[in-house]
């Protein structure tokens, strides 16, 4: 009787367990949509969108601050407003994963811009130049 207790106790804590284990990593995993996805479910909840910058269609408004421009996955484009602000690596033909929701109009009101990057790392080729904004402006010395 006592072996039988014992061993129902483990296998409900291996259970339980397994069950905590479980719903941690399924909270830690976010997804994100393509535009083609988030166009499709027409989802207006909180979600992420991943898509690359459409040349051309960044624009600033310097008085509110907002950001609008599209993002693409080769098939959709969605419109995206944003007041965050985003990183350096921020330009024309660079992925985002924009954390927000579907607006009306079918924009995407984005509270957050991470910028994809590519993890090779490798010297410039003859010719070829950095990006302007990837490098942080000279500090001025104070003599």
Do not use: C, W
């Not at 409900?12 to 393509?34: I, M």
């Not at 660079?94 to 109009?105: A, D, I, K, P």
């Amino acid at each position: 009787m006592s072996r039988r207790v014992t061993l129902l106790g483990l296998v409900l804590t291996g259970a339980s367990l397994l069950v905590l284990v479980g719903v941690g990593l399924s909270s830690a995993v976010v997804y994100y949509r393509t535009p083609t996805e988030l166009l499709a479910a027409h989802d207006t909840g909180a979600t992420r969108l991943y898509g690359l910058v459409v040349p051309g269609s960044v624009r600033t408004d310097p008085t509110t601050h907002r950001l609008d421009f599209r993002v693409t996955d080769g098939t959709d484009t969605v419109a995206v407003e944003s007041t965050a602000l985003p990183t350096a690596l921020f330009r024309d033909g660079v992925g985002v994963v924009l954390e927000g929701r579907l607006g009306t109009g079918g924009v995407f009101v984005a509270d957050n811009i991470l910028i994809k990057h590519s993890e090779v790392y490798e010297a410039l080729k003859p010719g070829q130049t950095i990006p302007p904004g990837v490098l942080p402006s000279p500090l001025s010395v104070a003599p």
